[in-house]
């Protein structure tokens, strides 16, 4: 399988640059669309030294260790919230003809090897802020540990995206709130937002394990919430209940499709 | 009399397009709710990064937190009727497709017409997409409501002047596509400049230093930042009206020099 | 080789239900060639879709090379092959080669084998001039040929056609009707075909199905399709009569 994934991107990674400047010019813009994320955050601490008890550097790394396993997502997995432009367009029948899972072709439809450009300058924010923050080297074993978890939560997240746009064939813009909105939210120390909301993305849907529980590990914090300190270890249990609940919500949405004949 | 004569059938044409554009999307309803409730999904979260910010820093930029928060529902509301992520105008497929041609050779301007429809729209999303953000944020966080009608007038103004200038802005991103054989690049550039530079994300005033003094000069201020500050009454308003009307007649002038371009290029030199 | 019995398929139109395919049944043995006829709307392309696994049935048994198509959809497609005229299915920013290139890998044809095959399919649908042009660039006729030859490079047992001459001039519609005849008898592959061109019945099928309101309203040879009015003189005429039950104008 991801064997298959990767000679289908290839093949469109080739395509696609048959067209070298087009292709280049796509990598810098992207680049400098994700390094917006980032100028807000410099513009914020250019009037204040510390957000909700975090430095800059501080929010740098929670921004920059979610935003690595964003933007690797979205390189490989978003073409995932195209489900309801290919319903609508009558063209997810071919999707459906071919001897390979619909969501492995949906992912690597049109895969845009330009975004490549995002994962760069994610991984550059992430380095500055290890480089610059004195921490404690017997805890950066979470650190590739909590990126791959986030990996897991965003691929479920699109998938998710992308198998209620079954239903919601006409309104596939609520989708993009929980996968853009879910990196939204993880740019930022959860201490900014309401108690409430940090309860329902750490017990409904596990978004504080992206990055703000193994973070706090990670920067030797204590969670200003008060959650007992087993739970920055609960990353990737949680990831994989949501993965498995994504799988079956997919499953769920190409029988739909295939009962109704949209 | 002549003339007379002209603007008589004219202005009932635009007045039919407006409404035209307003039905046109009126069709696509759930696709303007899951856009009004998108955009409010975001507006809590910024608003959120707006409130810590004012914790620490009281009064930044004139603002209270009451009015850091109204400011973030209100730019939200902006998203759909100014289309700040771009589009919204159907030029650039038309252009791909050659149907331009058609658009170009009939009698009515294709920017006045096209400005037309897209007041439709705008109007008909700033009721769908600007009052859902609004009413949320009112209920999560409580927001600003002028109670004076003269602030409200001067507010429906300026909204009204940056829907224009926001049309003046697309409508050149729109047209370059002509010139272009991958406009991508243009798309996104604008998509970079308008949510950066018009205040969509955070507001100018706390921009550090020139760079606060160079956005707040250039057209994206017209668009987002300072019909908001009319709503917070934070703003002079003759002077702050004069200002985006300037913008507004500009990119509307160079809008009018790209139709004859391109008139020019596909009517003499065939596409 | 194909099989459907008692097979029904009913869609909800705001809570009416809709009976698209009414207890349809047919069989198609291996190595035939069969049109599949019927006016708009009269359940061809619901049958078709059920046949490649894409609608699942809502009553009935369907058997395509021995598999449920609904249930080993993905497995069922190594062995059939589906063309649908109105829409491609290759990808349209791709040059046509690296369409084919995209379609070894998902059905994971031997290097050798797409090799020999993809020239053999070069030759006889004469693609050579077109190989490295996208597919959006490509005429209408040139596009259908690429998507003839994506549908055969994995040698399908059973070809499904859904109107694959549309919209086609009349020598890429021989082209294509050449092709299909010489796939057929040489190669023994079952091909089912719809379509609203008399025509490619004519110079085509030896059998001839017809569907009309969901059910099947006739099925056997082209002479006997004649025979049931024999005061008509043409194939359009005859059509005509058992699609609106009077002679036509």
Partial sequence: MVRTYFLLAWTWTRAAAAYPASFWLMTVFGVIIAALDVAVILVV????TSLAGFSRDEVLFLYGAASVSFTVCD???SNLDRV???????????FLIRPVSAWLQLATDRFNGTRVGRVLQAGAVLGYALAVLDLDWRRAWMIPVMVVTGMVIFTALWTLAGALQFALTDAPEVSSSFTYGSQQLSQYPFSIYGRDLVGGVTYVVPLAFINWQPGLYVLGRDDPFGTPEFMRFMGPAAALVLALLAALAWRQGIRHYRSTGS | MSSHI???KTIPLYARLVRYGFRKHATYVWAALAGAFTNSVFGVLRAYILIALWQTRPGLAGYDVTDAVTYCFVTQAFIGPMQLFGGGLGIPERIRSGDIALDLIRPASLQLSSLAEDLGRAAYLFLVRGFPPMLLGAAMFGIVVPTDPGRWAAFLAGFAIAVVVSFGWRYLVALSVCWLVDDRGVAVL???LTTFFSGLMVPLHIFPGWLGDLAAALPWAAMVQLPTDLYLGKAPVLET?????????????LGALGTRAIRHKVVIQGG | MIELERVGRSFKVKRNVVHAVHDLSFTVSAGEFVGYLGPNGAGKSTTIKMLCGILTPTSGRVRVAGLD????????ARRIGVVFGQRTTLWWDLPLADSFELIRLLYKVERAAFRSRLDELTETLDLGSFMRTPVRQLSLGQRMRGDLAAALLHAPDVLVLDEPTIGLDVVSKAGIRDFLRRLNAEQGTTVLLTTHDLGD????????MLIDHGRLAFDGTLEELMATAPDEATIEEVVTRLYTGSPAQ
């Fill in chain 1, 75 to 77: 390189m490989f997995v």
């Fill in chain 2, 241 to 253: 009206l004069a200002f985006q009307a300037f913008w507004a007649v500009v990119l509307l002038a």
């Fill in chain 2, 6 to 8: 002209r603007r008589c």
């Fill in chain 2, 190 to 192: 604008s998509l970079v």
């Fill in chain 1, 84 to 94: 309801s432009q290919h319903i609508k367009a009558g063209t997810l029948d071919t």
């Fill in chain 1, 45 to 48: 601490f250019a009037n204040t």
């Fill in chain 3, 69 to 76: 198509p609904s249930r080993r959809r993905t497995t069922l």
């Fill in chain 3, 201 to 208: 019945i004519e110079r085509l099928c030896r059998r001839v």
